[in-house]
């Protein structure tokens, strides 16, 4: 499997980083994990052949997380440049589907009207689905809203968990446990009070108790760089490989 990160922030805008969004490719399965702003044309940044996508993983329903899913469709029926007749699969929780066909409302414009079949498949924690070439996905409910999910994509042996947004809960080390990379947001050096994510000291515990071989923090309000984050969480406790993410990096 190869994992790019298209985007590692949030809605607290900088030059560096795009919302959030992951590009997965295993065999002839490419799929996107969440599509937030930003990270449309940072698939043609980075030289990535956004046309042949097969699936889009969302996570939940935040703007950041979402926001320019109705834009992968607009580009697919405008923007195109070669054709298509392959399938799109859209993966998510419940309510996905009221999402999209409200949307597509909204913008008065039919978004699934493509040369190609558009599918919606919603998903329930616990649930497990295979998209081609042996490759799995998996999901669990997480604590953050009411329909946010966490996914463990897996192929040919090796695995790969991503935390979406994410408040700690046991279920996710379980859910998340013996992962080869885990992208886990961490939204904060050291979390509010009241706040529904994780934090540097959160990542170093997920990391640990999941028993990840390597951990991809990502999903940041504040510089990484900055706040030494590979050092804070290995201080906290982590001793497996640690790559904070960054926008356009590519793990194999």
Known sequence: MK???????????????ACSGYWVEAGSVRLRLDAGAGTMHAMTRFGLPWETITHQFISHFHLDHCGELPGLLWCFRFGRRAPRTAPLEILGPVGLRALLE???????????DQDFPVTIRE?????????????????????????SLAV????????????????WSDDLPRLLGGVDVLVAECSYVDLPSGS????????????????????????????????RL?????AAGYGGD??????????E
């Open 3 to 17: 994992l790019t990160i298209l985007g590692a922030g949030t809605c607290a805008l900088t030059t560096e980083r």
């Open 102 to 112: 409200q949307t597509s409302t909204l913008y008065g414009a039919n978004l699934f």
């Open 123 to 147: 998903l329930r924690p616990g649930e497990a689905v295979t998209l081609g070439d042996d490759l799995t996905l998996r999901v669990g409910k997480t604590v953050h809203t009411e329909e």
């Open 152 to 167: 463990r994509v897996e192929s040919g042996g090796r695995a790969i968990g991503y935390t979406g947004d994410a408040m």
């Open 196 to 227: 529904r994510h994780l934090d540097s000291a959160d990542n170093a515990r997920l990391g640990r108790e999941a028993g990840a071989r390597r951990l991809v923090p990502t999903h940041f309000y504040f510089d990484p760089d900055g706040e």
């Open 230 to 234: 590979a050092e804070r969480v290995a």
């Open 242 to 251: 640690i790559t904070v993410a960054r926008d356009g990096l590519t793990i």
